[in-house]
């Protein structure tokens, strides 16, 4: 089966995704096929619980790997230089304020995979996301949520921040 489609990922989120496969396939694995021989050591394996989850824990790991695998063979990295810095895109830092209530929200416009809300990732595929893209400073955006249209207007348009972590030398 070849998956064609493309996956929008950060730098910061391939280089999790092929941390992910390398624990996958060096740590995991090893764990799972230990799991799988004490188990066959208990005697008849028909009959055997605990080989029979690690069986399933094999079965879940392999196409975890197999799906991370697609997915890092699929990614196009997101390059800040591919956009118009006034403009929202992929990868900037975005500060919107809710017209009705006053509320400024921050977060960073990710793709589908990297979105995690809880930590200011928001996906270019939500409902808000989708509206800011290509959107400029001063802007305002209407977008229908569960509590009916919110009103947005974007402050602020920025690249990702660096990152602190360096390693030292």
């Known amino acids: 089966m070849n998956n064609t489609n493309e996956l929008v990922l950060t730098k910061e989120g391939l280089v999790k995704l092929e941390e992910e496969l390398d624990d996958l396939k060096t740590v995991h694995r090893r764990e799972v096929n230990e799991r799988i021989r004490q188990a066959k050591e208990f005697g008849d394996i028909s009959e055997n ?9 094999q079965a879940f790991v392999e196409g ?3 799906k991370v695998e697609t997915m890092i ?9 591919d956009y118009v810095s ?37 996906s270019n595929e939500s409902p808000l996301g989708r509206a800011l893209i290509g959107k400029k400073k001063g802007e305002t955006v ?11 207007k974007i ?15």
Request: proline share 2%.
């Open 142 to 152: 209407d977008v229908q949520t569960p509590r009916g249209v919110t009103a947005y």
């Open 155 to 169: 402050e602020s348009i920025g690249k990702k921040k660096a990152a602190a972590k360096q390693k030292a030398s």
């Open 86 to 122: 006034d403009e929202v895109h992929l990868g900037a830092n975005i500060k919107v304020k809710d017209l009705k209530s006053g509320t400024v929200l921050d977060f960073t416009i990710v793709g589908s995979t990297e979105a995690d809300p809880a930590n200011h990732r928001l």
């Open 64 to 66: 975890r790997i197999l």
């Open 49 to 57: 619980a605990e080989y029979e989850d690690a069986k399933q824990e």
């Open 73 to 81: 063979r699929n990614a196009r990295i997101i390059d800040e230089s």
